[in-house]
């Protein structure tokens, strides 16, 4: 698929596949729509500005070389998410982008590095996003990451995150780190917790829709549960009050669990892929 014009006139990738569709931003290779049976499983922010260097509020953007304040930059979830990328492969259901170190990412971090996001449809509508990491210069480098999914839900207190039970969790509202004992986490507040260690299969269940979104994980350690109630949302220009019902995000990361370290010319690559289901009406 060509590279067209998208919002702000900024370019993105149109990825298609049988019933499932996605599209990509170069900008922050923020993965801003994925559609199975036409259905939009993705919230992006109606507010959201597609105003370089702002980030795209909402799909799917990478956090590199930091998730959150973990690391040395000032940036909040680092500069990938605010840096144009290139396509350096495309097909029809599949792309790959890339970000290579520049000047201006050398004067945040100084650390030559490229990375890599790999997109791709599959049976049954299911998405796989990959992240690679290489290191080009001639130091050791550190980092953490992350996808940060933004899932559209039919409304915030439908949604059920599964599998995160007994695990511990750093509240990154007050630092405080705690054993989740609930069955599921659910969302009648600020919810900002990073799940040290999470396993593999995380489940997303919106009883509005009667669905489940699937996400299975792969070399990112922990997992975040995210959603800011209206208050904080409110105060999120590119979100505002009316919008935080319609999403949670649950993002795969490398956060609390420690830094990645990676030799002069190692790579690290982690992946997650998303399946969505209807269950069955009981
Ligand atoms: C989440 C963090 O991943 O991202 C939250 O856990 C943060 O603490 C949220 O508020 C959004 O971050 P930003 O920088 O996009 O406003």
Same mark, same amino acid.
């Given at each position: 698929m060509p590279v067209v014009p998208g919002k702000g006139g900024l370019p993105k990738v149109v990825l298609s596949s049988g019933e499932a569709s996605a599209e990509l931003y170069l900008h922050g290779a923020t993965l801003t729509s994925w559609k199975v049976g036409g259905e939009e499983l993705l919230f992006v922010s109606?507010?959201?500005?597609? /105003?370089?260097?702002k980030a795209i509020r909402g799909g799917v953007p990478a956090c590199f070389p930091?998730? /959150?304040?973990? &690391?040395?930059?000032? /940036?909040q979830h680092g500069f990938a998410r605010n840096t144009e990328w290139q396509v350096a492969e495309e097909g029809a259901a599949s792309c790959r982008l890339v970000l290579e170190s520049s000047e201006a990412t050398l004067a945040q971090w100084p650390h030559p590095f490229r990375l890599e996001m790999a997109v791709s449809l599959h049976a049954g509508g299911a998405l796989q996003q990959e992240l690679t990491v290489v290191n080009t210069g001639e130091q050791a480098m550190e980092f953490t990451a992350a996808l940060h999914t933004y899932f559209s839900v039919s409304d915030v207190s439908n949604a059920s995150v599964v599998g995160l039970k007994g695990l511990q969790y750093v509240?990154?509202?007050?630092?405080s780190t705690s054993t989740d004992a609930a069955d599921v986490v659910t969302f009648p507040g600020e919810v900002d917790r990073t799940y040290i260690a999470a396993p593999a299969a995380i489940k997303l269940r919106d009883s509005g829709r009667n669905s489940v979104l699937l996400l299975h994980k792969r070399g990112f350690a922990d997992a975040v549960v995210w959603n800011p109630a209206e208050a904080k949302a409110a105060s999120m220009g590119d979100l &505002? /009050?009316?919008?935080?019902?319609?999403f949670v995000c649950v993002e795969a990361a490398q956060a609390r669990s420690g830094a990645v370290a990676l030799a002069a010319g190692q790579r690290w690559s982690a992946s997650v892929e998303y399946e969505y289901d209807h269950l069955e009406e009981s």
């Amino acid at each position: 698929m060509p590279v067209v014009p998208g919002k702000g006139g900024l370019p993105k990738v149109v990825l298609s596949s049988g019933e499932a569709s996605a599209e990509l931003y170069l900008h922050g290779a923020t993965l801003t729509s994925w559609k199975v049976g036409g259905e939009e499983l993705l919230f992006v922010s109606p507010k959201a500005l597609y /105003a370089p260097p702002k980030a795209i509020r909402g799909g799917v953007p990478a956090c590199f070389p930091q998730f /959150a304040m973990l &690391g040395p930059l000032q /940036a909040q979830h680092g500069f990938a998410r605010n840096t144009e990328w290139q396509v350096a492969e495309e097909g029809a259901a599949s792309c790959r982008l890339v970000l290579e170190s520049s000047e201006a990412t050398l004067a945040q971090w100084p650390h030559p590095f490229r990375l890599e996001m790999a997109v791709s449809l599959h049976a049954g509508g299911a998405l796989q996003q990959e992240l690679t990491v290489v290191n080009t210069g001639e130091q050791a480098m550190e980092f953490t990451a992350a996808l940060h999914t933004y899932f559209s839900v039919s409304d915030v207190s439908n949604a059920s995150v599964v599998g995160l039970k007994g695990l511990q969790y750093v509240d990154n509202t007050s630092g405080s780190t705690s054993t989740d004992a609930a069955d599921v986490v659910t969302f009648p507040g600020e919810v900002d917790r990073t799940y040290i260690a999470a396993p593999a299969a995380i489940k997303l269940r919106d009883s509005g829709r009667n669905s489940v979104l699937l996400l299975h994980k792969r070399g990112f350690a922990d997992a975040v549960v995210w959603n800011p109630a209206e208050a904080k949302a409110a105060s999120m220009g590119d979100l &505002g /009050a009316e919008h935080w019902r319609g999403f949670v995000c649950v993002e795969a990361a490398q956060a609390r669990s420690g830094a990645v370290a990676l030799a002069a010319g190692q790579r690290w690559s982690a992946s997650v892929e998303y399946e969505y289901d209807h269950l069955e009406e009981s």
